[in-house]
């Protein structure tokens, strides 16, 4: 079996119906949530344009010279939001598509069985091509990380 199908049949497995009322799924995405870490009291907002998992905890993102770890506040509502927390997200939790997985597999193993097993990465806002799918031939590969990554 050829490692295209291989990849195609664990995507699809990573992909199974949704098995939730509909609707549900959906309001997953586009959903705001922040990583507050203790260290430097730091805010990191993030959004998911995509359906999966994501950490609850990461390495602290909000200031450059912090080494702490950023723990999510749990997707508040927007009612519920915090007064002191920005709600512009400086990062964004998406699903790569078949190209950058297939790198993915080749660099780095335990990010691909993250992904194929329902998880998302993690890369700068905004670094996404908009409404265009990830599988372009001239897509500039960002700098993704697993939601296991401390830093």
Avoid: I
């Amino acid at each position: 079996m050829s490692n295209l199908r291989t990849l195609r049949r664990r995507m699809a497995r990573a992909n199974r119906v949704d098995t939730r009322p509909v609707g549900v799924a959906a309001l997953y995405q586009g959903r705001l949530n922040a990583y507050r870490c203790p260290a430097c009291r730091g805010c990191t907002v993030t959004v998911d344009l995509d359906a999966g998992v994501t950490p609850a905890m990461m390495g602290c993102r909000a200031t450059d010279d912090c080494e702490g770890t950023a723990f999510s506040l749990g997707y508040p509502l927007p009612e519920a939001w915090p007064a002191n927390v920005p709600t512009q997200p400086a990062w964004e939790w998406y699903r790569p598509g078949e190209r950058q997985l297939t790198r993915l597999r080749r660099k780095d193993k335990d990010g691909y069985d993250h992904v194929v097993r329902g998880g998302l990465l993690l890369r700068p806002y905004g670094a996404g091509r908009g409404p265009a799918p990830a599988d372009d031939a001239g897509e500039a590969e960002p700098a993704a990380e697993t939601a296991g990554d401390a830093r």
